[in-house]
């Protein structure tokens, strides 16, 4: 056997991405195989499950073009939450996996907020309301209006749950996918009873309960081989794609906030803690840590800006296509010649709804305070300023329940702005890290915890030691800091300002 790998596997909506790390946390190959949903109807979001494992196995062929995959000890998984699989008693699909985003079960959702009331969810599942794309709501529409499904259905997985299973013929689940089935208990890491009853699933059905980071077993021999890997390869449990980002960013202790601006924003604070926002709006989650949660939340923003190049950056993509210059690049130069706070311009980047911590499904995108000294350099820069505001409220929510940030640490397409990155630390005050796996963090944070299940490292916190550098640092400027704090103010007004013509607008 040559140097051994470990296999980071995250599996996203729309692509699939696996990484081959060596023990040291260098990327020695990688793959990403993109894939297509299927929408049969309104609201309806599915793909087959078979998908996903031919996806794993295309990445692993081309993958096996840099390094020998006999070489790889173990895997490790990222998965999206939610999306649902429906087993017969052989282990084979019923149907389709119903994708995290399908909101088919608006109707079922609210007999579950009748039956047992969105306190009682939060108090549960540490999610905040009972809506359509939780798994719960999804079981029960299958019962419902799939009978023909619902009599033969044996096992229930989540995503995760499926490909280890396909992997070790062993049903695995963990906590911090777990947390938003609602149908698992967040305070004693159990099943949901009340609800499995409810909804007429057998404990049986559900797969066994794992910690994060766990080994489940070893691949099933005809699979190893069919997928060019050793007999000896171990399968070990992972976690909430947003929770494998913030381990692959070194966020596993109180006081890290991690953000990832991708077409989401999405935000994760590790706590010690089972901690509830008394404005019941902040979501807690299970972490991939035993006995840790996480405030994890996200919502639209980094499209805003995608939306903005792609409609008003004409000349920046041409010059793109002409050069070679990354049009977000060009964009970047541009907004830097733009004093803080835009002088006086403030986006509200809500194309499609905000979430948490201020919730309001209606609101849309404004621009607010134009005047003739405001060019398109401005508004590139309020869009990026306006991403930081989101950050800043987000801290100050999470600050309100007690819990304190001392540092941010940023990934995903809108850490590779060190323009950007020095926006935010100014905005929040707070320093602001980027690591260099801040591309990677996804598949780097499952073979974190995949090396740990193993016993490559002792612990967690020894493999982020050993994984994990960081690449730069932006302190906060204090003086832009108080030209910010002025902005920030103004744009908090400016949302609560707007909710009366949000509803008038949901309402036509």
Not at 436 to 448: E, K, N, P, V
């Amino acid at each position: 056997m040559g140097k051994p790998f470990i296999l980071g596997i995250d599996v996203g909506t729309t692509s699939l991405k696996a990484a081959a790390f060596d023990y040291e946390g260098n990327k020695c190959a990688e793959a990403i195989e993109e894939y297509a949903l299927t929408t049969p109807a309104l609201n309806f979001v599915e793909a087959p499950c078979a998908l996903y494992l031919s996806s794993i196995q295309k990445c692993l062929a081309h993958i096996g073009k840099s390094i020998d995959c006999k070489d790889i000890t173990t895997f490790g998984f990222s998965v999206q939450g939610e999306t649902l699989c429906f087993l017969d008693e052989n282990g084979a699909p019923l149907q389709n996996a119903i994708v995290w985003m399908d909101n088919r079960a608006d109707k079922e959702a609210e007999l579950l907020r009748a039956q047992f009331g969105d306190e009682t969810c939060y108090a549960v599942t540490g999610q905040v309301s009972f809506e359509a794309c939780w798994p719960a709501a999804k079981v029960l529409w299958v019962k419902r209006n799939k009978p023909e499904v619902w009599a033969r259905v044996r096992h229930i997985l989540l995503l995760e749950d499926y490909l280890i299973y396909w992997l070790t013929g062993k049903f695995a689940a963990e906590g911090s996918l777990l947390t938003s089935t609602l149908y698992w208990d967040i305070r004693t890491k159990e099943y949901w009873d009340e609800m499995l009853s409810y909804l007429g699933v057998r404990r049986e059905w559900l797969p066994d309960i794992y910690e994060s980071g766990e080994c489940v077993g070893t691949i099933l021999p005809e699979i190893a081989d069919s997928l060019g890997l050793s007999h000896d390869v171990k399968i070990t449990t992972g976690c909430l794609d947003q929770a494998a980002g913030a381990i692959g960013v070194g966020n596993i202790r109180p006081g890290i906030f991690s953000e990832n601006i991708g077409a989401a924003l999405a935000v994760c604070v590790p706590t010690k803690a089972l901690v509830y926002d008394p404005n019941r709006h902040m979501p807690v989650h299970y972490f991939a840590t035993p006995d840790t949660y996480m405030m994890h939340t996200f919502t639209t923003g980094g499209m805003c800006l995608r939306w903005f190049r792609d409609a008003f950056c004409k000349a920046e993509i041409e010059m793109q296509n002409q050069t070679g210059l990354d049009s977000y690049y060009l964009m970047d130069k541009e907004a830097d010649a733009v004093p803080p706070g835009s002088d006086g311009l403030i986006a509200l980047p809500h194309l499609q709804g905000s979430m948490a911590p201020d919730v309001n499904l209606n609101a849309k995108g404004v621009f607010y305070g134009a005047t003739l000294v405001h060019t398109k350099a401005h508004f590139i820069r309020a869009i990026m300023e306006s991403l930081g505001y989101i950050i800043c409220r987000n801290i100050e929510a999470i600050d309100a329940m007690g819990i304190q940030i001392d540092q941010i640490r940023t990934m995903g397409g809108g850490s590779k702005s060190d323009i950007w990155n020095q926006i935010k630390a100014d905005i929040t005050g707070k320093t602001l890290t980027v690591t260099y796996s801040s591309q990677d963090t996804a598949c780097l944070g499952a073979a974190i915890l995949a090396g740990k299940a193993i016993g490559v490292f002792p612990s967690i916190e020894a493999a982020v030691g050993a994984m994990i550098k960081v690449k730069k640092t932006f302190e906060p400027n204090m003086e832009r800091h108080a030209v910010y704090a002025k902005q920030y103010e103004k744009f908090k007004l400016l949302f609560s300002s707007l909710s009366a013509l949000y509803a008038l607008d949901s309402k036509e």
